[in-house]
């Protein structure tokens, strides 16, 4: 049957199963929009920006396991759509975008509203592809959503002109795709497994750590019956928060800048890292070469770019956490191997008794902002809640204090860091699980980024609870500026009252509260959340904290500021209990 | 050291920026890039020369990899390797010195390809070192111009049954 290729599009998403996109409409995507409100199966969510899109459909992917959808116009819209790319492709997070594009008579040619937005997004998606030919539509598409979802996950954008949407096609949505140039490997090899398998069998001071591949290849079972089999210690990132339960005895936090002491003296201190779908950040290794130097080190990961990128591997594994993981579990159980942690669990929880995360209370008459994360927590921790971040202080807060208790129920912006990304990303996972409680914990700085995305909440009945770290301060640079740049705060004090945060989210249909003291927190924080639709608490936190411990930039992760004193492990082995352990 | 790539790629639109900005993305500076169809009309051969480390470079070549339409990377061992390149020189040539240059250009099998009032051109195809020692000997004349298409390599026929 011959149709326009705006309208095989439109049938290639609902084939897909795609049920709601986020976009924002414009001249050349006249004949898609139009062929959009005839589809019974799609949700059109409009945003106010169509970076708000990108995000948007970044957090709908990561609460939901599908591929988040992004329809932007040429042109401006296509550009305001490539931070959220970005953060999409260093998060590996599957989602495709469609931007419009002007006549293929006219591309090349300064087109009104023209821009290359296929080379100018080559370096921040996994693939992209510009459809000059209506009739190449069906196959693009496919091959789009199948290249965004499998493998290492990452953004596909798809470039449309006016004259492909107009132009007519013989629609036949393919079962299946083939690519040459594409076929991930999924088992790991079978020797580098055993291997794996009998390093672990005989560590005496092992640990997991594990990172978004676990969550992305859906492996948080495997790593909970290996962690349970061999009594493996389990250190989480940030983009793995979730793919461990965080309140399981065996989980020994999130390491690296703002981990906690414990959980970078363990790694520190192992015989074996086990690297599960994880890539070295810089913001977890500080220091390269004392990165868990006395460790062999094993490292699973789907990507074979990420092996050996950043820290020299011993057993190299090439395949899907979830596939190697089991395999390791198959060796492992054949061969009645069993945990030999127990010394190394009485070092770990000494350290964690004397290292827990700290921070100063106060009289009781000041908001700290760790107390409020605590009690955001605690308040949702038996509901179905999805937390999403922003970026800065907010977000290593709601990292340290935040337990993250299944798998895809934590949403922050790891790799690029995106301030901003957290209002739409949260408008995004409420579309993706409608029943859960979203809560977004965000700061003053973030939250001016995208604030216009409020109205898309309101006009969309998306409920969405915000919690506002306001402290006057673009806080994380600010702390830099206080420890290394003599407290000069250049460019980073901001008016606490400008906005009212409370009148502009009143201004928007949103319930609004502000908090400046701890007893009216509980209160604040519960009525937001009860409340029908999209909620703000302003919490007037403490100006000045820090985020406590952190690693020194460029050192060594044992050796971090603030917290209770200790380290770096090297001197704490002379400590006589930790003697007694060992010998 | 220099590292020769053989890159099999989908012939298509658009592949050799994805190809080629990797390498800049990466910080690595191209040192000779040759492209043409190959024994599949749907498939295209890039020949990359790139100064680099092998560290680094294993980087880059895992990455070239990941890019969907790279079908095939190989970093050919110089020892296994053959190798070529053309070149075109424009010398300067008053014509009393013009016996002088074509003799230089037949010792190394060049070939005259166009003769002006002050100028010959010089067609020449070879590995590396050969090439580098005819533009030596042409320089005591004054070069004028010099083209060249970029190394083209295949690796050796040893291991064939």
Same mark, same amino acid.
């Given at each position: 049957m011959r149709i326009t290729g705006a309208e095989a599009l439109v049938r290639a998403l609902e084939a897909e199963g795609v049920e709601t996109v986020f976009g924002y409409p414009g001249a050349v995507l006249l004949p898609i929009y139009d062929a959009l409100y005839d589809s019974k199966q799609i949700r059109h969510v409009l945003v106010r920006h169509e970076q708000g899109a990108a995000h948007a459909a970044d957090g709908f992917a990561r609460v939901s396991g599908k591929t988040g959808v992004v329809i932007a116009t040429s042109g401006p819209g296509a550009a305001n759509t490539v931070t959220g790319i970005a953060n999409a492709y260093m998060d590996s997070i599957p989602i495709v975008v469609f931007t419009g594009q002007v006549a293929m008579n006219v591309v090349g040619t300064d087109a009104f509203q023209e821009c290359d937005i296929t080379g100018m997004t080559i370096p921040i998606t996994k693939h992209n592809y510009l459809v000059k @030919? /209506? /009739?190449d539509l069906p196959e693009v598409i496919k091959e789009a959503f199948h290249i965004a979802s499998t493998g290492r996950p990452g953004p596909v954008l798809v470039d449309v002109p006016v004259t492909t949407a107009k132009g007519e096609v013989d629609f036949r949505y393919p079962d299946s795709v083939s690519l040459r140039g594409y076929k991930p490997t999924y088992r790991g090899h079978a020797k580098q497994v055993k291997q794996a398998a009998q390093l672990i069998a005989k560590a005496r001071k092992p640990l997991l750590y594990i990172g978004g591949g676990v969550t992305s290849s859906g492996a948080a079972k495997e790593v909970k019956e290996l962690a349970e089999l061999m009594q493996l210690p389990v250190t989480a990132t940030l983009m793995g928060? +979730? /793919? #461990?339960? !965080? @309140?399981?005895? %065996?989980f020994v936090g999130m390491p690296g800048m703002h981990g906690a002491k414990y959980t970078n003296y363990a790694i520190t201190e192992t015989d074996l890292l086990v690297a599960?779908? *994880?890539? #070295? @950040?810089d913001r977890v290794t500080g220091k390269l070469a004392s990165f868990a130097s006395k460790a062999k080190v094993v490292h699973v990961d789907i990507d074979p770019a990420e092996i050996g990128k950043n820290k020299p591997v011993d057993v190299p594994i090439v395949g899907d956490a979830r596939n190697v993981l089991a395999a390791i579990l198959a060796e492992l159980r054949k061969s009645g191997a069993e945990p030999r942690t127990e010394a190394w669990w009485k070092v770990i929880d000494d350290w964690r008794r004397r290292y827990p995360l700290h921070y100063e209370h106060g009289d009781g008459s000041v908001l700290m902002p760790q107390h409020v994360i605590e009690r955001v927590d605690a308040l949702t921790a038996g509901r179905d809640r999805v937390v999403v971040t922003d970026v800065g202080q907010h977000q290593m807060w709601a990292a340290q204090y935040v337990k993250v208790r299944t798998p895809r129920t934590w949403v922050s912006s790891g790799g690029l860091g995106t301030m901003g990304f957290s209002l739409p990303a949260a408008i995004g996972a409420k579309a993706g699980r409608p029943d859960a409680l979203v809560v977004d914990v965000v700061g003053d700085g973030s939250l001016q980024m995208t604030l216009q995305e409020m109205a898309t909440a309101a006009s969309h009945g998306i409920a969405v609870k915000l919690v506002l770290f306001n402290n006057g301060f673009l806080g994380m640079v600010r702390q830099w500026q206080d420890l290394f740049y003599g407290k000069r705060y250049s460019g980073t004090v901001l008016p606490q009252d400008t906005p009212d945060y409370v009148a502009l989210a009143k201004a928007f249909g949103w319930h609004a509260e502000r908090v400046d003291a701890p007893d009216a927190l509980d209160g604040a924080l519960g009525r937001a959340f009860d409340a029908d639709g999209s909620a703000l608490v302003e919490c007037r936190v403490a100006r000045e904290e820090l985020v406590y411990p &952190? *690693?020194?930039?460029? +050192?060594?992760? @044992? !050796? &971090? %500021? +603030?917290?209770?004193p200790g380290g770096p492990v090297s001197e704490m082995l002379d400590d006589e209990t930790l003697k007694e352990v060992w010998e | 050291m220099q590292h020769t790539l053989s890159v099999l790629v989908e012939n298509k639109p658009g592949v050799l920026t994805r190809v080629t900005s990797l390498f800049a993305r990466r910080g690595f500076n191209i040192d000779s890039l040759a492209v043409g169809p190959t024994e599949d009309p749907t498939l295209s051969r890039i020949t990359i020369v790139v100064n680099a480390e092998n560290t680094p470079l294993e980087q880059v070549t895992k990455q070239l990899h990941k890019l969907i339409n790279v079908i095939k990377v190989q970093d050919l061992d110089p020892g296994e390797m053959v190798d070529r390149e053309l070149v075109l020189f424009k010398v300067n040539a008053p014509p009393e010195r013009r016996h002088e240059i074509i003799e230089v250009a037949n010792v190394f099998r060049g070939k005259i390809v166009d003769v002006g009032k002050n100028s010959l051109t010089i067609e020449a195809t070879g590995a590396g070192d050969k090439l580098a020692a005819m533009e030596d000997l042409f320089r005591a004349y004054g070069i004028k111009e010099i083209a060249r298409t970029g190394k083209i390599a295949l690796s050796r026929g040893l291991r064939e049954q």
């Open positions: @030919d /209506a /009739a928060k +979730g /793919a #461990f339960p !965080e @309140d399981h005895h %065996l599960v779908g *994880v890539r #070295f @950040d &952190m *690693v020194n930039p460029g +050192g060594s992760i @044992d !050796e &971090m %500021l +603030g917290g209770i | -």
